[in-house]
């Protein structure tokens, strides 16, 4: 196998799991509210600057540093959820919960948030990017024979699949996962047999901005630097790969920001000279999924979670 191209997987593999970290977070929520959470991406943000905050006061060790990011991203959700969704959920009627008007509402209300959150770190840290302490950085090279890869990618990789994990055995075994499931299936009946939905979705947007969180941190020490608008990228791939895998496919989506990601960095590979036109990737695979595949690749009808 051709040592570029062998290189060239690995780094989509890396990336792919980058965005993957978004997507699930993203795709969780989706899936108990069915709306969309358009300040994943500042809580992402959020949780990069929340762990520069943490280094340059306390300089925890790595593994404080993520267990405080993710209270920090619990804490986001917790406060995300009361101001911009739950107000729009005291109605009862069936009709007026599943309107398009009501998951237009939260989606616009989420999107506020966010552009707040944006532009209160632009005030407060500045819009040029801040660099992370050198200690801190998962950025150093480990060969593997000819090939090199970052240690930062082996943390990215083992962050993905330890939440997957987790995820799966909080939905599949536990009654807090049957109860988010009942939820997510179908929030009314869920309320007449007694499951209360609003804690249940608490704590989904809790757990699902704690990732949100910890995949914002491990970005900023892989790459180094962080700014205010570093949120909208991956959030806007992670969303691409959610509607990919069928809207609230977790293991559906975390395939498809795999595929983004390995897309992007063959043809950059390929292509070294038209690296430029590599964000297009995504949307013409959104293009080609919306065509010939509306409920996404890995998507049913009716299924959800």
């Known amino acids: 196998m051709d040592i570029y191209f062998a290189q060239a997987v690995i780094n989509g593999i890396s990336i792919g799991f980058g965005y993957a ?45 993520i267990l405080l990011v993710a209270i920090v991203g619990l ?10 969704f739950r107000p729009f959920r005291r109605s009862r009627d069936e009709a007026t919960l599943k309107s398009r008007a009501m998951r237009e509402a939260t989606l616009m209300s989420s999107l506020a948030m966010g552009i707040i959150a944006r532009e209160a770190l632009t005030l407060y840290f500045g819009g040029e990017a801040q660099s992370i302490p050198p200690d ?14 970052a240690n930062g990618d082996l943390v990215i990789f083992a962050s993905a699949i330890a939440m997957l994990a987790f995820l799966q055995v909080l939905l599949y075994r ?41 995949a914002g941190l491990l970005v900023g020490l892989y790459y180094g630097q962080i ?11 992670a969303f691409i790969a959610m509607l990919m895998g069928g809207l609230n496919n977790i293991l559906g989506a975390v395939v498809c920001a795999l595929i983004i990601g390995l897309s992007e960095s063959l043809l950059a590979n390929a292509f070294p000279s038209y690296q430029q036109w590599v964000e297009v990737v995504p949307h013409f695979y959104l293009l ?18």
């Open 21 to 65: 970290l978004v997507a699930i977070g993203f795709t969780l929520i989706f899936g108990v509210l069915n709306a969309v959470n358009f300040a994943h991406g500042e809580i992402y943000t959020l949780g990069a600057f929340a762990a520069l905050v943490l280094i340059l006061m306390f300089a925890p060790p790595i593994v404080a540093l």
């Open 227 to 237: 700014f205010p608008f570093m949120g909208f990228t991956p959030m806007l791939k």
């Open 75 to 84: 804490l986001l959700g917790w406060g995300l959820e009361r101001i911009a």
């Open 136 to 149: 801190y950085l998962l950025n150093q090279p480990i060969a593997l024979g000819e090939l090199t890869v």
């Open 174 to 214: 536990t009654n807090a996962g049957r109860e988010i499931r009942a939820v997510a299936d179908d929030f009314l009946g869920a309320l007449y047999v007694g499951v209360d939905a609003n804690k249940v979705i608490v704590r989904t947007f809790m757990i699902g901005s704690a990732f949100g969180a910890i």
């Open 288 to 305: 080609l999924t919306l065509l010939f595949f509306p409920s996404g690749l890995f998507g049913k009808r009716s299924e959800r979670m």
